[in-house]
């Protein structure tokens, strides 16, 4: 099977694609999420593997937001990956000032508690991944900057790690999807999956007050429980959303229909995302999803 | 008054600044979201004025973030500001093939479809704010590189603009927050506000299914009109979340309380973030907000 990534290797993603894909499959990373996914839509691939949401920084906007709007694929998985931080320097740097610092946007904002205490002032610059701070930081052996990056990208470029798990919460971790055309069949799982969810698509149905309320009422008097409620906007002006709803079941012949036929007769746009099995990487233990 | 705002000059912030505050107040520029409303906390500054939420990119996590996790102030006004991006160059490099774009990763994601059809492949790096990459370029006239980034820094900045209103959607705004330690007595107004909000968080009163129905249901039978919902995390774990609620109403003395006592007695914890009036930036018409 070919999987595409959200690349460089040694970021999380490719944790996440290890969960479930050996290496007997062919693994390609790639520079940016949409391009990920194109891969998938135009046939090069026939999976792609990208970050959905981090318990520190919420939900991968640009993900869920090309998913809806521009590159509808389906889920076919969801991975959880434990996410840690480490501070890296080039090893001739070990003993210099830093004056600058490299890293995701993302990664820069789970470490924020560290970087004003330890780092107060320091230029920071946003790289497109943790991984290619860490090659910028090994490329260039003279520059008194570090990154912000995981272990297996400071094994990868031969990095010191100067400061180990600095990121500011425990407990952190990214969720990815594992997105196809149609039903995928995975390959046999390398580990079982903990649960299963459905993910759907809702717009409200007009412009009145209690909308969404009424939307949940057709999950809570069936006593389906939702995991995750996440709006989004329409992109048609400030106030207009859309909800990604991720409820704790697989889809069945009964309740998920009806709820879907409910919720379209009273007038709102209601789309099925995915149905799928959960995924914990081998290093994390089996917990429960939450309710809201 | 003292008025802190997200810098540098130029920015889309400063627009907003400017709709509320003339110059008989001190305007200045913070680099950080953070810092800003640092100095609102520290007393530096009486107010701070920070971005909220993109109608295109969905809500700015890190000032929530900060909001509900760091440095608790009040909000006393809103204002709602136009979004318009261009592709902006060193009048010595109009006629040069462009190697690199600089600018905020927000300002990138909303030209995606222009920079995947312009500028396929061209190199990204992403800067601080739209500002920052425009004075870059304007710092190295010899260098073939391009910043996204508003009229105000192309003008600041003396840029030629390439091409105009590069954004993918029209209809783009950006909204701020005012944010004060308690009340703050406004300046008399420039522009009349078009609508008075509460904003509330509201946390979950345990894992049990159907939680976030039960909140909704407080303000759906007292015909409180909802603008938005947001959840985000609660930095403790995947599936852990808080609520922020907007609704289209000043806090009075009987409904909201109302609420917000049903919801603590059913074991949520609520705090009032504010009620306070909402403004538009000069240049745009009024529109009514949306309900969910």
Same mark, same amino acid.
């Given at each position: 099977?070919?999987?595409?990534?959200?690349?460089? *290797?040694?970021?999380?993603?490719?944790?996440?694609?290890?969960?479930?894909?050996?290496?007997?499959?062919?693994?390609?990373?790639? *520079?940016?999420?949409?391009?990920?996914?194109?891969?998938?839509?135009?046939? %090069?691939?026939?999976?792609?593997? &990208?970050?959905?949401?981090?318990?520190?920084?919420? +939900?991968?906007?640009?993900?869920?937001?090309?998913? @809806?709007?521009?590159?509808?694929?389906?889920?076919?998985?969801?991975?959880?990956?434990?996410?840690?931080?480490?501070?890296?320097?080039?090893?001739?740097?070990?003993?210099?000032?830093?004056?600058?610092?490299?890293?995701?946007?993302?990664? &820069?904002?789970?470490?924020?508690?560290?970087? *004003?205490?330890?780092?107060?002032?320091? /230029?920071?610059?946003?790289?497109?991944?943790?991984?290619?701070?860490?090659?910028?930081?090994? %490329?260039?052996?003279?520059?008194?900057?570090?990154? @912000?990056?995981?272990?297996?990208?400071?094994?990868?470029?031969?990095?010191?790690?100067?400061?180990?798990?600095?990121?500011?919460? %425990?407990?952190?971790?990214?969720?990815?999807?594992?997105?196809?055309?149609?039903?995928?069949?995975?390959?046999? #799982?390398?580990?079982?999956? #903990?649960?299963?969810? =459905?993910?759907?698509?809702?717009?409200?149905? +007009?412009?009145?007050?209690?909308?969404?309320?009424?939307?949940?009422?057709?999950?809570?008097?069936?006593?389906?429980?939702?995991?995750?409620? /996440? +709006?989004?906007?329409?992109?048609?002006?400030?106030?207009?959303?859309?909800? @990604?709803?991720?409820? %704790?079941?697989?889809?069945?012949?009964? $309740? @998920?229909?009806?709820?879907?036929?409910?919720?379209?007769?009273?007038?709102?746009?209601? /789309? $099925? $995302?995915?149905?799928?099995?959960?995924?914990?990487?081998? +290093?994390?233990?089996? =917990?429960?999803?939450?309710?809201?």
């Amino acid at each position: 099977m070919k999987i595409g990534y959200l690349g460089p *290797r040694g970021t999380f993603t490719e944790m996440a694609v290890q969960t479930l894909f050996d290496d007997k499959n062919v693994l390609k990373p790639y *520079r940016t999420i949409p391009d990920c996914m194109d891969s998938v839509a135009n046939g %090069d691939m026939d999976a792609a593997v &990208v970050p959905v949401e981090n318990a520190i920084e919420g +939900s991968v906007n640009v993900t869920l937001d090309y998913l @809806i709007h521009k590159q509808r694929l389906e889920i076919v998985a969801d991975i959880v990956v434990p996410i840690s931080q480490h501070f890296l320097v080039h090893p001739n740097q070990r003993d210099n000032e830093i004056k600058k610092i490299l890293s995701h946007p993302h990664a &820069v904002a789970q470490c924020h508690e560290f970087l *004003r205490s330890s780092y107060p002032g320091v /230029e920071i610059e946003y790289m497109t991944s943790t991984a290619a701070a860490a090659q910028w930081v090994a %490329d260039h052996p003279n520059e008194p900057v570090a990154a @912000i990056a995981n272990e297996q990208a400071a094994t990868s470029y031969q990095l010191d790690m100067l400061e180990k798990d600095i990121h500011d919460y %425990d407990e952190n971790r990214t969720r990815f999807a594992v997105l196809a055309k149609g039903k995928l069949s995975l390959p046999p #799982y390398q580990v079982e999956p #903990y649960t299963k969810k =459905t993910t759907m698509m809702v717009t409200l149905s +007009s412009d009145f007050s209690g909308a969404l309320h009424q939307v949940l009422s057709a999950f809570a008097w069936r006593k389906l429980n939702l995991t995750k409620i /996440e +709006s989004r906007p329409m992109k048609t002006g400030l106030g207009n959303y859309f909800f @990604i709803i991720d409820v %704790d079941c697989e889809a069945d012949d009964v $309740l @998920i229909p009806g709820v879907m036929q409910e919720l379209e007769a009273l007038g709102c746009g209601v /789309e $099925l $995302l995915g149905s799928y099995p959960c995924f914990f990487h081998t +290093s994390l233990k089996l =917990t429960e999803a939450s309710s809201v």
